[in-house]
């Protein structure tokens, strides 16, 4: 008789069939519920992300722009000052030239002035004097000393103020590489997108660099630079005014000296030929007494330099009594002595000379009063000749001297209207 197979295990209830379905159907029916909430907010994080990514970097890139056009500003305002303190520089030089020029002019009347002097030297006796020509010349030295301290002095202060325009400048321009670096980088950083090659993940990009500055510090520094160039600018348009006003000045104080030496040694040239015309119908002189007094004053001098000899002598003998050893630099009779020899030759002294500058003073007197020194026409006649000399000498101050105009500039517009005032005066005095 055959047998039923029946598989081995456990067995379940019809219930437990449909359970188990039921719970199936309920699994999957959450699941597929809980990947369509994960599918909606993922769609949401994506369209919220995309769009917050555009936005940033959209965002960024009109800063980016914002920043190249503010960057862009300052670089051309340095551009524009760089400029005008390059025309500064070039115009502060070329003043600064004039004035070495004019300084250099001054050389050639100082020359004449001191040659005139040196030469009017060579006067003997009593006409060696402190006339009004030796006066006007002193004041013409005087002068050109004056002037030349000025125009020096305005020299120095246009180098200086040329090193202080330099190091603005430097200032200037190392700020203006510095933002043209900067107009670079950001541009690059302007152009760069997802597809750009050089693209990668950096280390620690968000950390503050170090020397970083505000933005407001950022504007103030190149605000101040600006200033500061501007600043010196004005300062050396200034200066260049000066400078100009000083050569105009200088020149004109000096032509009007050389008119005033020039008419005082014309009328000392006069009188001297009016003496010497007088000295010819005055020759008769006294003779011996004169011999007398210029014998005394030989003779005075003589014993002056005598007694200065002594003095010489009683000095070295007290000086070289200095280098006893020890005790034996005592106070001594000798010491006493010398001591006494030197004052003694002193007072000697300071009366010889006295003596001898009064027998000069009445010698000269003499000279002046009795008018009947037979060498005074010699005198009178080399005196002459000094001055006809000094006069030809002076004619090399005629040659006229290159005039500096300067250029007119943006800071200061009334240089040329100054100067054209200076030099108007100047052709009135000649």
């Known amino acids: 008789m055959a047998r039923l197979s029946v598989k081995p295990g456990q067995r379940f209830t019809v219930q437990d069939w449909h359970t188990n379905s039921q719970l199936i159907s309920s699994d999957a029916e959450r699941q597929r519920s809980a990947s369509h909430q994960v599918r909606q907010e993922a769609r949401a994080l994506r369209n919220k992300t995309t769009n917050q990514a555009k936005w ?5 890139q009109t800063r980016l722009d914002e920043r190249i056009s503010s960057t862009n500003r300052w670089k051309e305002t340095l551009d524009q000052c760089l400029a005008a303190i390059d025309a500064e520089i070039d115009a502060l030089s070329k003043v600064k030239e004039a004035a070495e020029l004019a300084l250099q002019a001054k050389n050639l009347p100082l020359d004449v002035s001191v040659e005139c002097l040196t030469l ?8 060696v004097v402190r006339d009004p020509v030796e006066e006007e010349l002193h004041k013409e030295v005087k002068l050109i000393d004056k002037a030349k301290r000025e125009l020096q002095q305005r020299v120095s202060e246009a180098f200086q103020e040329l090193c202080l325009l330099q190091a603005a400048r430097q200032q200037l321009s190392h700020d203006q590489r510095c ?3 900067a107009l670079e980088i950001d541009g690059m950083c ?17 950390r503050v660099p170090e020397g970083s500055t505000t933005l407001a510090e950022w504007e103030q520094h190149s605000q101040c630079n600006k200033e500061h160039a501007e ?7 200034r200066l260049r005014e000066a400078t100009v006003l000083a050569i105009a000045q200088t020149s004109n104080e000096l032509e009007a000296q050389r008119v005033a030496t020039e008419f005082a040694l014309r009328k000392r040239m006069r009188e001297l030929e009016s003496a010497y015309d007088e000295l010819k119908w005055q020759e008769q002189n006294t003779l011996e007494e004169i011999a007398e007094l210029e014998e005394d004053i030989q003779h005075l001098e003589e014993d002056l330099r005598r007694r200065t000899e002594d003095l010489k002598v009683a000095q070295t003998r007290l000086e070289t009594r200095t280098n006893r050893p020890n005790k034996e630099l005592c106070r001594d009779q000798v010491q006493y002595g010398l001591t006494d020899e030197v004052q003694q030759l002193r007072g000697t002294i300071c009366a010889l000379s006295q003596k001898l500058q009064q027998s000069q003073d009445t010698l000269d007197a003499l000279s002046r009063q009795l008018h009947r020194i037979q060498t005074d026409s010699g005198y009178k006649a080399n005196s002459l000749m000094l001055d006809k ?13 290159p005039k500096f105009m300067p250029e007119v500039d943006a800071f200061n517009g009334s ?6 005032t200076l030099q108007k005066g100047q052709l009135e005095l000649a």
Do not use: G, W, Y
């Open 56 to 60: 940033d970097e959209h965002n960024n």
């Open 120 to 127: 009017r030297e060579s006067r003997r006796a009593i006409d």
């Open 179 to 181: 933002k043209v670096e």
């Open 190 to 206: 302007l152009s760069l997108n997802v597809n750009s090659p050089n693209i990668s993940f950096k280390v620690n990009p968000t």
């Open 231 to 237: 600043a010196e600018m004005k300062a050396s348009s």
């Open 389 to 401: 000399k000094c006069m030809d000498i002076r004619q090399k101050l005629l040659v006229p001297a």
């Open 415 to 420: 240089t040329n209207h100054l100067l054209s």
